[in-house]
Nanobody, 125 residues
Framework: QVQLVESGGGLVQVGGSLRLSCAAS????????MGWFRQAPGKEREFVAA????????YYPNSVKGRFTVSRDNAKNTVYLQMSSLKPEDTAVYYC??????????????????WGQGTQVTVSS
């Protein structure tokens, strides 16, 4: 079992930066690939980033590649999402996830059994 709690969301202007944190509890944290999804109003949940168990591999969709960076600190049981050059279309609730099946970087929500409660990110123009 892994429990996930996100923090760091808020209101930021276009072009600004924000760092999200995800604190995990549970012994098996370091054995899971971790990731981030987001969901904007009226839209489906969208894959944003993935990082493997050691932090040596990351994966991003084209929509955020070059702007977002995912990292993890297994000693602190924490995953981070550094977001820069933010755009209005980045506005969404962001969820931290732990992958439990499927290939690394899967975009299927069903491959992630553990989800945080979400944190709101709003980018104003």
């Amino acid at each position: 079992q892994v429990q996930l709690v996100e923090s760091g969301g808020g209101l930021v202007q276009v072009g600004g930066s924000l760092r999200l944190s995800c604190a995990a509890s549970g012994r098996s944290f370091s054995s899971h690939a971790m990731g981030w999804f987001r969901q904007a109003p009226g839209k489906e949940r969208e894959f944003v980033a993935a990082i493997n168990w050691s932090g040596s591999s990351t994966y991003y969709p084209n929509s955020v590649k070059g702007r977002f960076t995912v990292s993890r600190d297994n000693a602190k049981n924490t995953v981070y999402l550094q977001m820069s050059s933010l755009k209005p279309e980045d506005t969404a609730v962001y969820y931290c996830v732990a992958q439990t099946r499927g290939f690394f970087g899967s975009r299927r929500t069903s491959d992630y059994d553990y989800w945080g409660q979400g944190t709101q990110v709003t980018v104003s123009s």
